[in-house]
């Protein structure tokens, strides 16, 4: 395993770090009418909540663990991922690790701040659910100006970050960033507290290299999120023999790009199986995963790719559940596998399987449209996506 400075904080990082958003699950029941009617109504957040899934444990917890074992030691999370089970899994895990030899991140969801005092709500509510008694990297989610400045300025929230700090509930504040990209500094600027930073860059979206530059250079740690691109580099294709001229699988590609960025301290990558594991860590423990030439090359590839699609949906489920019960990030794939990657049969597969409820029935009531963090106009996309799929 290969381990970087992690900006200012003293910390050596793991180049590979365990997102925990995508462990194993197992449904167990089904939701009866009256649930989904006593659902009707509620937050986006709570939405999320839902007993009839349970994280498999036995899969989870020992793929955690390997992960330490090989020299991952920085592990991501957040309360609402896999249904609100995804903090108590790790945290069952953490209990096989040395913890002081591990990072921790999670994240504050601001959509739930309605005031000053929920900040610290929060933040004992997810020490409970990790059974820690401290978090290392406690991160303020989905940050963009607008949050910023109507959550965090207008409550106070910086006098109790510095709390939590001194009483050492939090070892480090972070956050996580879903806006335009130009408020990045903004943001930095108008906290002066921050650590590190959760920022999304791939080889198909480069739009925060220069913020990715500005954060290493300030001394704040670098983590990046979505290294595959949502799924859309976990697919076969050529691109390496046309890019490298090597034969190396495309997610591979993909990460080892993310790598080669040396203001990137670390990259989370969501974990679903071993199979997974054992691929990131090949690349995790490669001294120079890209060489600065083969770097500029895939970006330049890059550029290209961007133009064979008008879509760019990162599957991160955000504009779930949808109230017609639409499986939207499963038809923006199926898109995506045959407008960028030709795969058309696949493409048809996945569009007669499992899509949920028809397109049709959308209402358009734009519940999508305000979640999407891409600012994807969803509901518009959708019906020209459905389309072009009916047609295959």
Not at 181 to 209: C, G, I, T, W
Not at 243 to 261: D, K
Not at 307 to 319: A, E
């Amino acid at each position: 395993m290969i381990y970087r400075d992690f900006g200012k904080t003293g910390k050596k990082i793991s180049v590979l770090g365990f997102g925990c958003m995508r462990l194993p699950e197992i449904k167990i029941a089904e939701m009866s009418e009256e649930e989904k009617r006593a659902r009707e109504g509620l937050s986006w957040y709570e939405a999320q909540r839902d007993d009839t899934w349970i994280v498999d444990e036995e899969k989870s917890i020992p793929m955690l663990k390997a992960a330490y074992d090989a020299g991952v030691n920085y592990f991501d999370t957040a309360q609402f991922y896999c249904h609100f089970k995804s903090q108590a899994t790790l945290g069952k895990a953490v209990k096989l690790m040395e913890r002081e030899k591990v990072m921790i991140a999670t994240k504050i969801p601001m959509d739930e701040v309605h005031g000053t005092a929920d900040f610290r709500r929060m933040l004992e509510l997810q020490l409970k659910l990790l059974d820690m008694d401290y978090i290392d990297f406690y991160h303020l989610h989905g940050i963009n100006r607008e949050r910023f400045d109507e959550k965090i300025t207008k409550f106070g929230i910086k006098k109790e970050v510095q709390k939590a700090l001194d009483e050492g509930l939090i070892k480090h504040i972070s956050f996580s960033f879903h806006g335009d990209v130009k408020d990045v500094p903004y943001v930095v600027e108008s906290f002066e507290m921050f650590s590190s930073a959760l920022l999304q860059y791939n080889l198909l979206d480069r739009s925060h290299e220069e913020n990715i530059n500005y954060l290493a250079g300030k001394g704040i740690g670098v983590v990046i999120m979505g290294p595959i691109a949502g799924g859309r580099l976990s697919v076969p294709s050529e691109l390496s023999e046309k890019l490298l001229g090597q034969n190396i699988s495309t997610p591979e590609l993909a990460l080892r790009f993310v790598l080669g960025n040396k203001n990137v301290h670390s990259t989370i990558s969501g974990m679903e199986n071993m199979e997974m594991l054992d691929g990131n860590l090949k690349v995790a423990d490669m001294e120079v995963p890209m060489t600065e030439d083969d770097f500029c090359k895939a970006a330049i590839m890059m550029e290209e790719l961007k133009k064979l699609s008008d879509l760019y949906c990162t599957g991160c489920n955000y504009c779930l559940p949808c109230p017609k019960e639409i499986n939207i990030p499963h038809i923006f794939n199926a898109y995506t596998y045959h407008n960028v990657y030709g795969l058309s049969a696949q493409a048809k597969t996945m569009w007669n399987a499992k899509r949920g409820t028809p397109v049709s029935e959308c209402t358009e009531c734009g519940v999508c449209d305000e979640k999407c963090p891409q600012q994807i106009k969803v509901t518009q996309k959708l019906k020209e996506v459905a389309e072009v799929l009916s047609g295959l």
